[in-house]
């Protein structure tokens, strides 16, 4: 399979708390992209981290990126009730159309 | 707001209807996208069209057929769908890729539901 896996597949935390979600990919894509989905509505873009790069912060986000295992991680510190969303990660390869495989989710929920 | 807009927001058809579904992007942008979302699966990529042309069909079935008549604007006619269509059905749109790679902006999508 050419998807992404996101893991775990859901997660709940107490707001203030920090949330890891992880992703391996399976195909020799060189950019990895994050995104969240609140129920029912469109995905918004987080970040984007290319294969040359490690890491990228972006204000409470904190993504690596590890090519050797194929595998990606989404922090979000100090998490708080509007981050409760799923969380999806994208593979793709410069020059191939920006045509993203997605995978399945991680399902976050923060409490107060 | 995304700067892309999809009407209409929900949709009830039967399987012998004729509909379609509308995209548009404010953004300045020169690709544009669908997605099928499902149920418990992962959203799929179904067409790709760069300055209004189709440079992706993802194996999607005829009853399904896309229109881009300029780079802002983005259709989806659907024919004699199935059941199994029910979905939601989201547009996106980025910069022309090009040699890079960029970040894609979602609508809000159509719930479409087959009868």
């Known amino acids: 399979s050419q998807q992404g896996e996101e893991d775990p597949q859901a997660l709940s935390i107490q707001e203030g708390e920090n949330a890891t979600m992880n992703c391996s990919y399976k195909t020799s894509k060189n950019n990895l992209q994050w995104y969240r989905q609140n129920s029912g509505r469109g995905l918004v873009h987080l970040i984007l981290?290319?294969?040359?790069?490690r890491e990228k912060h972006s204000g409470r986000l904190r993504v690596t990126l590890d090519t050797s295992k194929k595998s990606s991680s989404l922090l979000i510190t100090a998490s708080r009730a509007a981050d409760t969303a799923s969380y999806f990660c994208?593979?793709?390869?410069?020059?191939?159309?920006?045509?993203?495989?997605f995978g399945t989710g991680t399902q976050l929920k923060v409490e107060l | 707001e995304t700067g892309v807009t999809q009407t209409p927001r929900h949709l009830v058809m039967g399987m012998t209807n004729k509909k379609s579904l509308k995209c548009e992007q404010h953004l300045g942008h020169n690709a544009m996208y669908w997605y099928k979302q499902s149920a418990k699966k992962p959203l799929e990529l179904m067409f790709v069209y760069n300055f209004k042309e189709q440079t992706e069909n993802n194996s999607v079935p005829s009853r399904f057929s896309p229109e881009c008549p300029n780079s802002s604007h983005l259709f989806l006619h659907l024919h004699t769908l199935q059941p199994e269509d029910s979905a939601l059905y989201l547009c996106a749109s980025s910069q022309n890729p090009g040699t890079s790679m960029y970040e894609q902006y979602f609508g809000p999508g159509t719930r479409l539901t087959v009868t």
């Open positions: 981290i290319r294969s040359n790069e």
């Open positions: 994208a593979t793709g390869l410069t020059g191939g159309g920006n045509k993203l495989t």
